[in-house]
């Protein structure tokens, strides 16, 4: 979605090659060497969120989500740690050569792409961190890594697994303990445990390794950590306890009765138990502790994280999070849609992205669907305080969309670098590409050879994909302020939705039968078709004539978008369908959910199955071969892995998954309460 892998922001005339493209805000561009530059006097941004503080019951969800042991720390999946005191335990791997070739892997990332990098297959995590699972390589070795938490105390176990590696010594497994995030704590080193003691008191850490560790002349083994460690040779399965001294055979019952829990849970779900579990794993291993707000947040995939100072929240991304999070953990699901809302800038809106050190897209935002959100978790939740936490931020963005990007009564993306604060280090603020990337289309072929007026700080184009997404944002909002009973503001809402509705009618094209962007510079239509021309649906503006035959004409062409592979995310018959490079044309999983939420307004069952099952099988395809939750899908092969700019474990790509949860669960047209 936005601002991934490559720091390098392309050029129009480059969009079609093959170089990497960041997606919606663009990586960190340093401005060192440009004598002109401004200079920050500190690394931390001085904007206060226009949100609010959060209430009493939103710090009582932060208080539940924050408690245990869990992989909360975003720099490695292999690390466990107890909130909220901080303790870590991470488990670290040591590559032995007789000659130059030692290799230290100190922390676990899935989808870290850098030459010589481990790779993980990622298995079961449940929503509370009680059993996880994962499989890694590297180096030609290959373990298996496994935690269970019961009791308020956690084992962790490693069995090696059969592979060949390049060195003919063992490889060393280093269990380290400290205490992260400047944390209050002590850890000591005793000859076969190590005693920790922090704000809650002590606990005592076991390894099964404690008496056979690896021995050299003066005892000790040369490692890269400053805190006590077990380390031994990774030749039998090792165990670590916290509490009490365990047994191997005790630690691996207790990881069998956990991850037997895990299954049975799955199984409950019954015909879902396959997506259930595969969206309950994707967030399960994407949601951190983030300790510079102390929340608990699911973040778009951790190496976006690391790579940003922690953790990046992106608007839509973390909206569609807690959406699909709803299935499993509700302190979860209100967690993400809320600290997504708290990101708020000072001028209202909910920001492109959002880092550490308060820096945000202060110049733009993203797609309006955070009311659909909201709304969507109170019908399944029916929670009066989620909505009156909501509301305020929710109501200041869906204004200040009206005040700020309309243009002859159209909606357009845009960016306003001139607002403060200014981030100095993106350099696409005040820009055509800052007002693309607001719209999370980073390089859509729909946007090439508009104009963007620098006065303004508009993109001179009626975008038919916003104006719906604005629709249906003021429709869900105007029942959220009916339910909290505020009557003046729920019509001001319902007449917002009427005048865009209306003002989206006149994009209605007979001749191809869709609506159609608009280019405001020329007052020309466009016929370049993306996914978001039949977003009219999901905003209840298109007729059921018109739905129709947008379906009938368009969505089942195989010309067009269908295939072996739905829905690409331009057309099939455009020349930059076969660029197959990020937004020109490769399938995203946040599409295909508008998309298919607008087929459950508007068109037949049989259409709306169909496509929701198309979508699951692109999601199993690389789910189940590897393990794999793409950002993005190529749409003639179906595979993930095919370029270096498509995120390994991207949280939304499980939407893929959801839209066939959602058509499993319903019952004309309404989702089945959970059991």
């Given amino acids: 979605m936005e601002a991934r892998i490559n720091a390098v922001l392309i050029a129009v005339c480059c969009l079609t090659s093959n170089l990497l ?19 920050q006097l500190s690394r931390l941004a001085s904007e206060k969120s226009s949100a609010g503080e959060p209430s009493a019951k939103y710090r009582q969800v932060q208080r539940r989500l924050a408690q245990g042991w869990n992989t909360w720390d975003v720099n490695s999946v292999v690390t466990e740690v107890l909130l909220p005191e901080g303790l870590a335990i991470h488990a670290s791997f040591k590559h032995n050569t007789t000659e130059g070739g030692d290799a230290f892997l100190k922390d676990t ?40 938490r019961e009791e308020g105390e956690v084992v962790l176990l490693a069995t090696p697994l059969p592979s060949t590696s390049k060195s003919a010594l063992p490889a060393t497994i280093v269990f380290s303990v400290d205490f992260l995030w400047n944390k209050p704590g002590t850890a000591l080193r005793h000859p076969d445990f190590i005693e920790t003691r922090g704000s809650s008191g002590p606990v005592s850490i076991y390894c099964t390794c404690a008496n056979q560790e690896a021995k050299t002349e003066s ?94 929240i992106f608007d839509w991304d973390t909206f569609f999070a807690a959406t699909m999070a709803a299935i499993g953990d509700r302190d979860l699901a209100y967690a993400d849609a809320i600290e997504t809302l708290r990101e708020s800038t000072a001028q209202g809106f909910v920001p492109n992205y959002a880092r550490p050190g308060g820096w945000s897209s202060f110049d733009r935002s993203e797609p309006p669907v955070g009311a659909i959100t909201v709304f969507g978790l109170y019908k399944r939740f029916h929670d009066r305080w989620f909505l009156e936490d909501a509301y305020p931020p929710l109501l200041s963005w ?35 590409q800052g007002a693309i990337f607001e719209s999370g289309l980073d390089n859509s072929p729909m946007y090439d050879g508009t104009t963007y007026n620098a006065q303004t700080h508009l993109l001179e184009f009626a975008d038919v994909g916003l104006m719906s997404m604005y629709i249906a944002d003021c429709d869900a909002l105007a029942e959220i302020a009916d339910a909290l009973d505020k009557s003046a503001d729920a019509k001001e809402l319902r007449d917002r939705s009427a005048r865009y509705r209306a003002k989206l009618a006149t994009l209605w094209d007979e001749r191809t039968g869709i609506f159609l962007n608009k280019d405001l510079h020329t007052g020309k239509l466009s016929t370049r078709l993306s996914p978001t021309n039949f977003y009219p649906m999901l905003a209840h503006a298109a007729t059921l004539d018109q739905a129709k035959v947008m379906i009938e004409k368009h969505l089942l062409s195989p010309n067009e978008f269908w295939g072996d592979w739905v829905i690409p995310s331009i057309s099939r018959d455009d020349p930059a369908f076969a660029d197959q490079n990020y937004w020109r044309g490769r399938i995203w999983g946040p599409m295909n959910y508008l998309v298919y939420l ?31 939750v793409h950002e993005n899908y190529n749409a003639i092969t179906g595979t993930g892995d095919d370029v270096s700019n498509s995120d390994r474990f991207y949280h939304w790509g499980a939407l893929l998954g959801y839209v066939e949860y959602m058509e499993r669960s319903q019952e004309g047209g309404t989702l089945k309460p959970e059991k």
């Fill in 21 to 39: 493209i960041a997606s919606g805000a663009p990586r960190a561009q340093t401005h060192a060497g440009d004598p002109a530059a401004p200079q």
């Fill in 109 to 148: 990332l899935i989808g870290r792409l850098a030459p010589g990098a481990e790779e993980v297959f990622p298995g079961p995590h449940s929503w509370n961190g009680k059993y996880t699972e994962l499989r890694i390589s590297w180096k030609g070795h290959s373990w298996r890594m496994q935690s269970a």
């Fill in 219 to 312: 005892g000790y083994i040369d490692l890269p950590i400053g805190g006590p460690y077990f380390a031994t040779d990774l030749v039998q399965p090792v165990g670590v306890s916290t509490g009490k001294r365990r047994t191997l055979a005790e630690i691996k019952t207790v990881i069998a009765r956990q991850q037997d829990s895990y299954r049975e849970s799955v199984a409950a779900a019954g015909q879902n138990g396959p997506i259930v579990d595969a969206i309950e794993t994707t967030l399960g291993w994407d949601t951190i502790y983030e300790p510079n707000k102390k929340r608990v947040v699911s973040p778009v995939s951790r190496v976006w994280s690391v790579e940003w100072g922690g953790y990046v």
């Fill in 398 to 432: 869906n204004r200040w969309w009206a005040a700020h990007r309309d243009i002859q009564g159209y909606l357009t993306w845009g960016s306003d670098g001139e607002n403060q604060l200014t981030n100095l280090d993106d350099n696409s603020r005040g820009t055509w």
């Fill in 598 to 628: 607008g087929l459950r307004n508007q068109a037949d069952s049989t259409v709306r199955a169909e496509f929701a099952q198309e979508s699951y099988s692109l999601f199993l395809k690389e789910w189940s071969e590897k393990g794999h």
